[in-house]
């Protein structure tokens, strides 16, 4: 059974290399953003103008508790959604966490042309996604098992790192055959 669960901030590559990387080791995708979008029927921006962040977490919560419990899956969360203390519990003791990690300069790039992710709407970009992360980077670090820094490497070249440690993890859940 694998379980593989991708965490870090916006623009880190969690959507994008967890599909390429279901691909390659067979495995079911899907993505906690994703999942909440096709349950309520509507995107991410507008749950936040309507509910508010708040009761976009909510919906978040209930997603991860759900489908951190499905087998054979790879799983890219949202980047905000190691701050509930719930959300880290049911990631770190269902499968096995990789923290892709991007500087603040890398993930401006990646995320230029963004208009979907709320955060970034308003403010100054930079600034907003320095204080994430200074105040995420410890709790993806705690509940990670394995960290990728991704600043510089193509998709494909993180997913091959990501293979190698999860064949590197012999205890680990995930572990390939
Ligand atoms: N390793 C990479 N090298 C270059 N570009 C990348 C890399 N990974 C992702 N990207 C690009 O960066 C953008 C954001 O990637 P992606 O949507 O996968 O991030 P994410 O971690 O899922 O973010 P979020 O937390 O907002 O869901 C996409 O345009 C994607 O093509
Ligand atoms: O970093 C965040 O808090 C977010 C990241 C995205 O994946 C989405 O979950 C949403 O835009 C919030
Ligand atoms: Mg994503």
């Known amino acids: 059974m694998h379980r593989v669960f991708l ?13 390429y990387l279901a691909r390659h080791l067979g495995l079911a995708f899907a993505d906690t953003d994703a999942e ?8 991410i921006p ?3 103008d309507v509910e ?8 978040e919560a209930q997603v991860v508790e759900e489908m951190t419990q499905m087998d054979d899956i790879v799983l890219a969360t949202g980047g905000g959604v190691v701050i509930r ?6 990631l770190g003791s269902r499968g096995f966490v990789i923290y892709l990690h991007a ?3 890398e993930q401006l790039r990646r995320t230029r042309r963004d208009r979907k992710r709320p955060l970034l709407q308003q403010g100054n970009r930079e600034e907003v996604l320095r204080t994430l992360m200074m105040t ?3 709790l993806y670090r705690e509940i990670a098992d394995h960290v990728i820094d991704t600043d510089g490497c193509s998709p494909r070249v993180v997913a091959q790192r990501l293979v190698v440690a999860l064949n590197a993890d012999k205890q680990g859940p995930a572990t390939l055959e």
Request: hydrophobic share 35%; glycine share 16%.
């Open 7 to 19: 965490v870090g901030p916006m623009g880190a590559g969690k959507t994008t290399i967890g599909k």
């Open 36 to 43: 909440i979008e096709h349950r309520t029927g509507a995107d």
């Open 46 to 48: 507008w749950i936040f």
């Open 52 to 59: 508010g962040e708040a009761g976009f977490r909510l919906r």
């Open 85 to 90: 203390p719930e959300n880290r519990q049911a």
């Open 103 to 105: 500087t603040v300069a």
């Open 136 to 138: 995420r980077d410890p």
